[in-house]
Structures are given as structure tokens and as C-alpha cells.
């Protein structure tokens, strides 16, 4: 079954403030929908570009990813869900692919800088794409990541070198903590001062 949500855009002004020190009040945020974009799916997560505002990433219930221009309300680029290399890919997998190959998106996030965007999937697998304007977008990173969903990704610059961190269905967040009694939902990066958490 088809779900046709739209997602709306709203235009709101945003002046950059500290997590956590929010002084809007509801008459602040947009009323009115600017912009309605069809689907024909059930959006699972979005993300704009962190340079080019006008770009958004969408994540969808079957496995597909969409950038879209705004501006011209075009839909750039469009990737459905394969695993690039399945013979590299962990049993477990690919005993899962066997079964049913269908899959949900958990997760996009474009890299801080905007060259990368990642895809964190419903089964075990994140995909990181590089991305070079328009349609260009290219296959850079497999990774079989957790055992079962893969339920948010993230990037990091521990040491100045890009890391990928990533939670799932397993209890684990991989890249250094691991270990939590119930199932993790969220991961968030966060730089202060010369500190990466």
C-alpha cells in the first residue's frame, strides 16, 4: 500500500544560538505551507544540505533517497535500495536479503561539509554516498554496520578525520561505545571547543 504523504515546507528565519537556549515562542514559527512536495511514500527522515539550503534529502518507507532542489521543486537525483556488494556483507545479511530484500530508511544526513550524505537502513546495512551536484550522486561507502535495524547515523571529526557513528537494533553504537541494556535510537555528534562527544 501506498502512502501518498506530501511534506511541507515552511519558510522560517533561523539566527544560530546555543543547543538548549531557545527563545522562540510559537508566534515566531510560519503559519502558512510555502511548498508541498508528493512523495508517494511515507517520508521517514529528511535532512537540508549544510551549504546549499535549497538542497533536501529524503528518505523513504521503501528504501528509495531523493535530493531535491527547492528552488525549482525538480527531484535531482533518485536511488532505490541495493546492496552494492553482498558476497562482502556479514551471513546474517544475507540470509535476511534472501528472505525479503525489501527495506525502509531509517536515517539520511548529509556530512557536515556537504560532499557526503549518509543512509542508515531498517536492516543491518548504512550507505554513504558522495555527492557532486544535479543528479551526480555516487556509490562511495557499504558498511554492514549492526545485527537488525540500523536506527540512526551520524558524522564525526574526532582528530580531524571524518568518522561515521552509527546505533542499532543490537544495542550497540559503533565507532567506540557499546554495551546499553535497551535498544538505542539516536546518536548526535557534538563539537565544544576542541572536544569531540
Known sequence: MVNNLPVNILPVGYNAQNHGQSSYSSDDLPKPVVMTLNQGSAVKSMDFHPVQQILLL???NTGEIMVWDLSSRERLAVRNFKVWELQACLMPLQASLAD???TSINRVIWSPDGTLF???YSKN???IYSYHGGNDVRNHLE???HSGSVNDLGFSYPNKQLSIVTCGDDRLIKFTFEGHEALVYSVCPHRKE???V
Open 58 to 60: 529524503v528518505g523513504i
Open 100 to 102: 525479503d530484500y525489501t
Open 118 to 120: 549518509g543512509v542508515a
Open 125 to 127: 546495512i548504512v550507505h
Open 143 to 145: 558498511i554492514d554496520s
Open 194 to 196: 576542541n572536544i569531540q
